[in-house]
């Protein structure tokens, strides 16, 4: 009897062990993607950005001049650098003939030890017979170095054709471009051809994408600006659509990495744009981008251009306001990338994920602030922390969908809810950031500016401001930036 009892309580003490296992949350590590942030725009009347990252420490900045006559290069250690950092002419057009005109989307790479600039040119005699083209140079700083002109990149078509990218997938280098084949019809579609060196291309190229939804035809029919990031197997083709104007938006194709990348059928086009307008930011006509990563490699960034208002007057192609920006690129938990929204200009917003529940952010739902896993709407999990309304050494989290908008605390439960100039208001969206209750080394605490000891934290997956005085509630109070 008496081992059956003990049975009992060993099996008792197990079962409680399992439950008290499942129902604890898992301490975070600090975020493998921590906080990057950057202050936008980074450079005024520059288009197509290119930023390459270069083994020697430096960041290298190509893009189009509102001229459209010679190509500008910038570098610098960082990133937000490259904004202030000295511009100098690596290259000219010609006086007449190829190369004289629409010098567009110059790209910079490093290839076998040698740096290529890919770049669109017209010719002076005729400035639409667009083409891609290709310089090089082996000098270390390619700033300071002689370019020699490797010329027209040879395509089996003859015609309107721009906006060339390279990369290598397993040990295969790639080249694609957007083109006009007239027994396609209108416009521009994105091809793939493999590459046999830098400036020439092997075998016989094939249509990856052609605009055949509604808004990759608004204005024109576009397809162009391809640009690759690859993930988790994954080859991920950015393409930009429509007019230049404020309909221009990225579209995504997807392949897998072990796929016969030639075969048309290996790329998905997503059926809807990823990155679009958005009025309430005030961004319009986000496109021709391209990718890098933060200083310390773990983040991934998304580089674009865009323009601060909406109605332009005459051709877009004439307008010269196109300002390259960043922001973060963020990943899905199914490995898809999320880019979100054009973000407001200035300081670029982040995400706080939960301590204790490390695949959960803050986010708003019908502007309560809340805690939730896999926030696909991007925006609703992303703040800036700006200045506090108060000042007094606090800061504000404002929306990044609805700029204006703030984390404020309200009958101790914590909305998103806009500024109405109150001073009530503003001591209530206020806050004290401290280090993180329950890791002061990489998290961060959020305690109320008018109720001292009240800290931001989620309970049954909602925000409220409480006092914590225990360890739990100081894990519910601690999140990590990323």
């Keep these: 009897m008496r081992r059956l009892l003990r049975r009992a309580v060993v099996a008792a003490a197990?079962?409680?062990a399992v439950?008290?296992?499942?129902?604890?949350?898992?301490?975070?590590?600090?975020?493998?993607?921590?906080a990057v942030t950057f202050t936008n725009p980074i450079a005024e009347q520059r288009a197509d950005p290119h930023v390459f990252k270069h083994t020697d420490g430096y960041y290298y900045f190509t893009a189009t001049v509102?001229?459209?006559?010679?190509?500008?290069?910038?570098?610098?250690?960082?990133?937000?650098?490259?904004?202030?950092?000295?511009?100098?002419?690596?290259?000219?057009?010609?006086?007449?003939?190829e190369m004289g005109a629409h010098i567009w989307a110059p790209e910079i790479h490093f290839i076998d030890g040698k740096w290529y600039i890919y770049f669109t040119a017209g010719s002076s005699n005729d400035i639409w017979k667009i083409r891609p083209y290709v310089l090089e140079t082996s000098s270390a700083n390619p700033i300071t170095g002689t370019w020699t002109e490797k010329g027209r990149i040879s395509l089996p078509?003859?015609?309107?054709?721009?906006?060339?990218?390279?990369?290598?997938?397993g040990s295969t280098r790639y080249l694609s471009?957007?083109?006009?084949?007239?027994?396609?019809?209108?416009?521009?579609?994105?091809?793939?051809?493999?590459?046999?060196?830098?400036?020439?291309?092997?075998?016989?190229?094939?249509?990856?994408?052609?605009?055949?939804?509604?808004?990759?035809?608004?204005?024109?029919?576009?397809?162009?600006?391809?640009?690759?990031?690859?993930?988790?197997?994954?080859?991920?083709?950015?393409?930009?659509a429509a007019a230049t104007d404020a309909n221009y938006c990225l579209g995504l194709l997807t392949a897998s990495a072990s796929a016969d990348l030639m075969n048309a059928a290996s790329w998905v086009k997503t059926p809807n744009p990823v990155f679009t307008s958005n009025a309430s930011t005030g961004q319009y006509g986000p496109g021709h981008n391209t990718f890098t990563t933060s200083e310390d490699g773990k983040s991934d960034i998304l580089v674009y251009h865009d323009r601060n208002y909406k109605d332009i007057s005459g051709d877009p192609l004439n307008d010269p306001n196109r300002r390259t920006r960043y922001q973060k690129l963020y990943w899905n938990a199914d490995g898809t990338?999320?880019?979100g929204i054009p973000v407001a200009d200035g300081a670029t917003p982040v995400r706080l994920s939960s301590?204790?529940?490390?695949?959960?952010?803050?986010?708003?739902?019908?502007?309560?602030?809340?805690?939730?896993?896999?926030?696909?709407?991007?925006?609703?999990?992303?703040?800036?922390?700006?200045?506090?309304?108060?000042?007094?050494?606090?800061?504000s989290l404002e929306s990044a969908n609805f700029p204006g908008y703030y984390l404020r605390h309200k009958n101790n439960e914590v909305w998103v809810e806009k500024d109405d100039?109150?001073?009530?208001?503003?001591?209530?969206?206020?806050?004290?950031?401290?280090?993180?209750?329950?890791?002061?080394?990489?998290?961060?605490?959020?305690?109320?500016?008018?109720?001292?000891?009240r800290y931001i934290r989620h309970f049954n997956n909602l925000l409220y401001t409480q006092p914590v005085s225990t360890t739990l509630a100081q894990q519910d109070a601690t999140f990590y930036k990323e």
């Design 14 to 16: 197990a079962a409680l």
């Design 19 to 34: 439950l008290t296992t499942v129902t604890t949350p898992a301490q975070a590590a600090a975020p493998a993607s921590p």
């Design 66 to 97: 509102p001229a459209y006559d010679k190509i500008v290069m910038r570098r610098a250690t960082t990133l937000q650098g490259l904004s202030t950092a000295t511009e100098t002419t690596i290259w000219t057009k010609h006086a007449s003939g």
């Design 157 to 169: 078509l003859d015609t309107f054709s721009l906006d060339a990218t390279t990369f290598t997938v």
């Design 177 to 240: 471009w957007a083109q006009n084949d007239p027994a396609v019809g209108d416009g521009t579609n994105i091809y793939l051809a493999k590459m046999s060196n830098p400036w020439t291309i092997s075998g016989s190229p094939v249509m990856i994408s052609r605009p055949t939804n509604a808004w990759e035809k608004v204005g024109h029919t576009v397809n162009e600006g391809p640009a690759v990031i690859q993930r988790g197997g994954k080859v991920f083709m950015t393409f930009s």
């Design 337 to 339: 990338p999320n880019f």
């Design 355 to 395: 301590f204790n529940y490390p695949d959960r952010f803050i986010r708003h739902w019908e502007y309560r602030a809340k805690l939730e896993a896999n926030v696909t709407n991007l925006a609703d999990s992303q703040f800036r922390i700006v200045t506090g309304l108060t000042g007094s050494g606090t800061v």
């Design 421 to 453: 100039g109150t001073a009530l208001f503003d001591a209530d969206a206020s806050f004290f950031q401290r280090a993180g209750l329950a890791d002061t080394a990489a998290g961060v605490s959020y305690e109320s500016y008018n109720f001292p000891g």
